[in-house]
T-cell receptor, first 113, second 113 residues
Framework: AQSVSQHNHHVILSEAASLELGCNYS??????LFWYVQYPGQHLQLLLK??????LVKGIKGFEAEFIKSKFSFNLRKPSVQWSDTAEYFC???????????FGKGTQLHILP | NAGVTQTPKFQVLKTGQSMTLQCAQD?????MYWYRQDPGMGLRLIYY???????DKGEVPNGYNVSRLNKREFSLRLESAAPSQTSVYFC????????????FGQGTRLTVV
C-alpha cells in the first residue's frame, strides 16, 4: 500500500534560518504530490503541488519543493523562515489513477522570534 | 463562497451514542473525503467518495459509515461511539483531476467520554 514518510516530527528554528522538511513516498507509479500547512487552530491549506513538468515547484509564502523521482522524495524548502511559519506541515500523495489522498504524519515547525 | 462546510464544530458524546457529521461543498467537486487527525498520527483517511453514488474504505474505516447523499454532501456516521474515536474530523473535497489537491473544511472536534 502507498505510504508517506515525513522524517522530522518536530523542528525548531530561529527566524531567518533555512528550512528543509523531508518527505518520501512508497509508490513506484505515477504520483501527484502535495504539501499542506495547518496553522494553529485552523484547517489544512494547500501550499504547493506537483503533478507533472518542472520538478522544482514553487508555492505560496516563499515555499518550494523538489520532486526527485529516483529518490521517491518531495522535500519542502524555504530559504529564510519567519515566525509566522510556525505551523504543522503535511506531505501527501495521490496516485495518478486513484482518488485517495494519503498524508504523512506531519512535521510540527516552531520558529523562534 | 463557502467552500467546504462541516457541522457541528464541536461535539461531546457518551460511549455508545450515535451521531452523524455533516459535510457539504459548493465547488462542484466530484471527490470527497473524511479524515481523522490525531496527535502524532497525521491525517488518516477514513472513507472517500470518488463520485456521487460511490464510496470506498480508506485506512481506518472500522466503526464508521458514510453516505454520499448527492454531489454536494458526504456524511460520516458513528453508530456506537467509542473513546478511541475521540479526534478531530476533517472533510475535504477535490476536483477529480490529476494533481488537483483537496480543499478542507474547518474540522469537527469530537470527544467521546
Amino acid at each position: 500500500a502507498q505510504s508517506v514518510s515525513q522524517h522530522n516530527h518536530h523542528v525548531i528554528l530561529s527566524e531567518a534560518a533555512s528550512l528543509e522538511l523531508g518527505c518520501n513516498y512508497s509508490y513506484g507509479g505515477t504520483v501527484n504530490l502535495f504539501w499542506y500547512v495547518q496553522y494553529p487552530g485552523q484547517h489544512l491549506q494547500l501550499l504547493l503541488k506537483y503533478f507533472s513538468g518542472d520538478p522544482l515547484v514553487k508555492g505560496i509564502k516563499g515555499f518550494e519543493a523538489e520532486f526527485i523521482k529516483s529518490k521517491f522524495s518531495f522535500n519542502l524548502r524555504k530559504p529564510s523562515v519567519q515566525w509566522s511559519d510556525t505551523a504543522e506541515y503535511f506531505c501527501a500523495v495521490n496516485l495518478n489513477r486513484d482518488d485517495k489522498i494519503i498524508f504523512g504524519k506531519g512535521t510540527q515547525l516552531h520558529i523562534l522570534p | 463562497n463557502a467552500g467546504v462546510t462541516q457541522t457541528p464544530k464541536f461535539q461531546v458524546l457518551k460511549t455508545g451514542q450515535s451521531m452523524t457529521l455533516q459535510c457539504a461543498q459548493d465547488m462542484n467537486h466530484n471527490s470527497m473525503y473524511w479524515y481523522r487527525q490525531d496527535p502524532g498520527m497525521g491525517l488518516r483517511l477514513i472513507y472517500y467518495s470518488a463520485s456521487e453514488g460511490t464510496t470506498d474504505k480508506g485506512e481506518v474505516p472500522n466503526g464508521y459509515n458514510v453516505s454520499r447523499l448527492n454531489k454536494r454532501e458526504f456524511s460520516l456516521r458513528l453508530e456506537s461511539a467509542a473513546p478511541s474515536q475521540t479526534s478531530v474530523y476533517f472533510c475535504a473535497s477535490s476536483v477529480q483531476a490529476v494533481g488537483a489537491g483537496a480543499f478542507f473544511g474547518q474540522g469537527t472536534r469530537l470527544t467521546v467520554v
